[in-house]
């Protein structure tokens, strides 16, 4: 079952409007909309963790950030290697 929904009115640039317009497809701008829209409180509410983790614990190091993106993207090739693999077994 959806959530209630509202209608409301908004004002964006016209060439912003446009470039969501060609991008949103058969779900229409409002979902296209309210998608980025909750996108963007994810960022935000991702954002409040990091800072209160950080006040708590200090920053982490950029290089710690680096070896989490290179494990990340070693587990992605790991998961497209699977995935290729099984698809070539079928």
Sequence with gaps: MSEPTSKYSITMPRD????ARA???????SAYV???????????????????A???HGPI????IQALRDQLHQARRE???RTQDGADAA
């Design 34 to 52: 309210s998608a980025a829209v909750a996108r963007q409180i994810e960022r935000d509410n991702l954002n409040e963790l990091i800072q209160v």
């Design 23 to 29: 991008r949103s497809g058969p779900s229409g701008l």
């Design 16 to 19: 912003v409007a446009a470039a």
């Design 79 to 81: 998961q497209t290697e």
């Design 61 to 64: 190091a950029d290089e710690e």
């Design 54 to 56: 950080e006040a708590e």
